[in-house]
């Protein structure tokens, strides 16, 4: 069989490159209008397409040549290569514009692209993708031929001019042809090109590097960034004593803290006694075998690296030099404790009352604050109702509707739809129903930030009660989690009850209940109806110790007693919640039979892209026909399938007699932006605020009810539960004496007491890493309601905004420079706001570095 014809193939591959390749530009043109000033765009206009010209014209040279000849050969080859990977880059490009509005970032795909476990998750964008590559074929088809003829006669003509033979025609001045006249004409067309040259030439180099490299990259240099791997120096060891810092007169000798009891001072700004002091401190509590995560408190260890020096490590490590890659609170300048202050009076009273024998920490996936629970008049609400014509008789039965969307987060959390107690309607059968007493049931945050809009750097936040590596997605599996981990917390006081032989079930009837619930052993489990393959969040689990997982691969074992699966999976992860109750019902019966303490971390998942529940949940329509909001109605169900899910929890808790004595921890991993939000959606590489805001709540039947207001974010759950842990007399002497000492070495504060918004002129400052992680981050302060997005590459515009005044970011502030937003938030929100603007990114940019450093992180 014949091969196809050269003259088949080689007109088409340039004609595909050309269009997906100015397809892909103007579209990247389109995201970027309105980010440049009106006259800059039409200067620099011509600039923009300055790469695109040329990779066309290497294609048509590649695809010159009409005979089988091995340059012809390999020129076919490579051409149809570069046709065929911009078709696709620039189709994907369209396909997530079409689902999320924002524009996709070769570097983060390229990670998303090698992880096995995330194929399905790009597999969902398949039906736009595709349509958009069937358009641009389409659109290639027609102008195949005259294409790739015409441009090749041009480059001809072209070359004809430019050598040596034909040199006088490029001159502007020439004499005519007749021999009879001595009259010169003048050619325009040469002194276009050499004004037009000249013209490129010089706007190319005066134009600023920011944003306009980034706007002028052709596509295949954009996606070779996929390929490219970034590699920082290891981080400066003089951070740690903060003279690094970028605001030093916050520093001064005279604004130290003197150590006291289990508070270990703050002096940083240089090396001194106090530092030195904290690394030597002796710990009563430190047995002669320490768990993991606990390496800094053990001397032997850190002896030895000082004395090596360096470790070997893999290629993400940099030198662990003992003293230096640890974090010492004396030492961080951001830090704020509260923890000289007294608890809330209302707390005090209770504690006495309270007993705390198991902990259970539930994650719930994509849970904004405003739908936990939704309340009449918010924003969300006017939205919903604005998607109502006026004239549609259902738009009476939207607050009914939405009265009954989140009963179980308003019992949780004590708020509720309607703002007077007698509007609110009895809940629906099978909704579970709080037991507690009336103005009981803990304390609920308000104004709660997550540490991360992506998933599992956010469960670092809240299981360990560190920030978050601003690397994209989960990188810091490949570092050094600087904290220990609620698990290896719950290890160490195990490690007094294996070594003293404690434990005897037939002496624990003898002590008192409060007694013998010191003395039982922990149990870590965690518990999700997912894949953990994803983004190696397996190994993140073995980081934190857990000492059980159950997951998505464990009900799908054969040999696994909960074998098979009772429901088909909803999304590209896994299955419903429900698929889990089995097991956790288990659980809590063999904890309860063999008198043990519980630590139950669970993960919901339903919540996630793209909103489905399992078949058997009836669904209620919540959107109005005006506009499209097919996606928000979507969720909204899901959000009530997992409101009742966390019903269903709590139920198991009461159905096995535990629930008085169980902390219940709900937060959000992150929010998630729609279209009613924002142009721009989802959590990739959106700082909306709609992503941050995330529900907080300490539940327990036995304390009193509390809506505290705190911008803190999810960090602060651990010293928190070590904080209830010690004040309702919850551990024995040895752990409470642990707990008590371990609290004041996190970063994050505890939402028992006051939350500390400001000290001596430093500020509480919030960070947040925007999904995938390395790009962008949030910073915003307890102190001011001011919110930035700072861009950690030059690909992305800094962002402002006043959630005083625009408390859903409807009218953001965005530019491409520091200054040039300066200028702006200066002339809108005056100078204080603008310094404060200033300040926070070179704290951010302190941070991320200091980040880099804490988790001896070099990749």
Not at 557 to 573: A, C, G, H, L, V
């Amino acid at each position: 069989m014949n091969l196809p014809s050269f003259r088949a193939w080689q007109p088409f591959f340039f004609s595909l490159l050309v269009v997906a390749v100015l397809s892909a530009k103007l579209l990247h043109l389109f995201q970027h209008a309105r980010s440049i000033p009106l006259l800059r765009f039409i200067i620099y206009f011509p600039t923009f397409f300055i790469q695109d010209c040329f990779l066309i014209i290497v294609q048509r040279l590649l695809l010159h040549g009409q005979t089988r000849s091995v340059q012809s050969t390999v020129g076919l080859a490579i051409g149809g290569f570069l046709a065929t990977i911009s078709l696709g880059a620039s189709a994907a490009q369209y396909g997530f514009y079409y689902v999320t509005g924002g524009e996709l970032q070769w570097d983060a795909a390229g990670s998303v692209a090698s992880d096995p476990a995330a194929i399905r998750l790009m597999l969902s964008g398949i039906v736009p993708v595709s349509t958009a590559g069937m358009a641009m074929v389409l659109a290639t088809w027609p102008i195949t031929p005259v294409l790739h003829n015409k441009f090749g006669c041009w480059l001809t003509s072209v070359w004809k001019l430019v050598t040596p033979g034909n040199w006088d025609m490029l001159l502007p001045v020439v004499r005519t042809k007749s021999d009879l006249s001595h009259q010169k004409i003048i050619r325009l067309w040469p002194l276009c090109v050499l004004t037009t040259i000249c013209s490129l030439t010089l706007l190319q180099f005066v134009r600023p590097a920011v944003p306009y490299d980034h706007i002028s990259a052709t596509l295949p240099v954009s996606l070779s960034r996929m390929l490219h791997s970034k590699s920082n120096n290891c981080p400066a060891h003089s951070l740690p004593n903060g003279k690094s810092f970028p605001l030093p007169d916050l520093l001064s000798q005279d604004l130290w803290i003197m150590p006291h009891e289990n508070y270990k001072g703050w002096a940083p700004g240089q090396d001194n006694f106090f530092i030195q002091q904290y690394m030597e401190r002796d710990r009563n509590w430190i047995p002669e075998t320490l768990p993991a995560g606990f390496e800094r408190w053990d001397k032997k260890k850190m002896l030895e690296a000082e004395n090596k020096a360096l470790t070997k490590g893999g290629r993400n490590k940099c030198p662990d030099i003992s003293g230096t890659n640890v974090y010492n609170p004396v030492a961080d300048p951001l830090r704020i404790s509260n923890l000289d202050l007294e608890p809330y009076g209302e707390l005090r009273e209770a504690f006495k009352d309270v007993l705390i024998s198991h902990v259970v920490l539930v994650t719930m996936e994509s849970t904004r604050k405003d739908m936990f629970p939704i309340k009449h008049d918010s924003y969300l609400h006017q939205k919903i109702l604005q998607s109502y014509k006026d004239d549609d008789s259902d738009k009476a039965q939207v607050d009914e509707k939405l009265s009954q969307l989140t009963r179980v987060a308003e019992q949780v959390t004590g708020e509720s739809f309607y703002n007077s107690p007698g509007k609110q309607p009895d809940l629906l059968p099978g909704v579970w129903r709080d037991q507690s007493a009336p103005g009981m049931g803990g304390i609920n945050v308000v104004g709660a930030l997550t540490g991360s809009s992506l998933s599992f750097k956010s469960v670092l936040g809240s299981h360990c009660g560190v920030g978050p590596l601003p690397r994209d997605f989960l990188e810091e599996v490949n570092g050094k989690i600087y904290q220990p981990c609620i698990p290896q917390i719950l290890e160490l006081f195990n490690n007094e009850k294996n070594s003293s032989g404690k434990h005897q079930d037939g002496k624990e009837a003898l002590r008192d209940y409060r007694a013998s619930v010191h003395q039982r052993e922990w149990e870590s489990v965690f518990v999700q109806s997912i894949t953990d393959r994803y983004d190696r969040q397996d190994e993140l689990n073995r980081h934190m110790s857990f000492g059980q997982s159950f997951v998505r691969e464990t009900f799908e074992d054969e040999n696994n007693k909960y074998y098979p699966p009772k429901s088909p999976e909803i999304n590209y992860f896994g299955y419903a919640e429900t698929e889990v109750k089995p097991f956790i019902r288990d659980l809590i019966a063999d904890v309860v039979a063999k008198k043990k303490r519980l630590f139950l971390s669970h993960f919901t998942s339903t919540t996630h892209h793209p909103w489905t529940a399992p078949d058997d949940f009836s669904a209620v329509k919540y959107m109005g026909s005006e506009g499209s909001h097919e996606h928000m109605d979507s969720f909204l169900n899901v959000v009530r399938y997992d409101d009742l899910w966390l019903g269903q929890i709590l139920g198991l808790l009461d159905e096995y007699g535990i629930a008085n004595e169980t902390l219940v921890v709900v937060v959000g991993d992150h929010g998630q932006a729609f279209e009613e939000d924002t142009q721009l959606t989802g959590t990739y590489e959106n700082g909306h605020i709609s992503n941050f805001r995330v529900p907080l709540v300490f539940r327990h039947p036995h304390l009193p009810r509390l809506q505290v207001s705190a911008n803190a974010t999810s960090m602060s759950i651990l010293p928190t539960i070590l904080d209830l842990l010690v004040s309702t007399n919850s551990l024995d002497a040895t752990d409470t004496s642990a707990a008590s000492d371990l609290m004041h070495d996190y970063e994050a504060q505890s939402l028992l007491r006051p939350y500390q918004t400001s000290l001596n002129g430093r500020q509480a400052w919030n960070f947040g890493v925007i999904n995938a992680g390395g790009a962008l981050l949030s910073i915003s302060s307890a102190a001011v309601p001011y919110r930035i997005i700072i861009p950690l590459s030059g690909d992305f515009m800094f962002r402002f905004t006043n959630t005083a005044t625009d408390s859903n970011e409807l009218h953001p502030l965005e530019k491409w420079t520091l200054m040039d937003l300066a200028r702006a938030v200066r002339k809108k929100h005056g100078e204080e706001a603008a310094k404060w603007a200033t300040e926070a990114d070179a704290i951010g940019r302190w941070w991320t570095k200091e980040m880099h450093r804490l988790y001896n992180y070099n990749g």
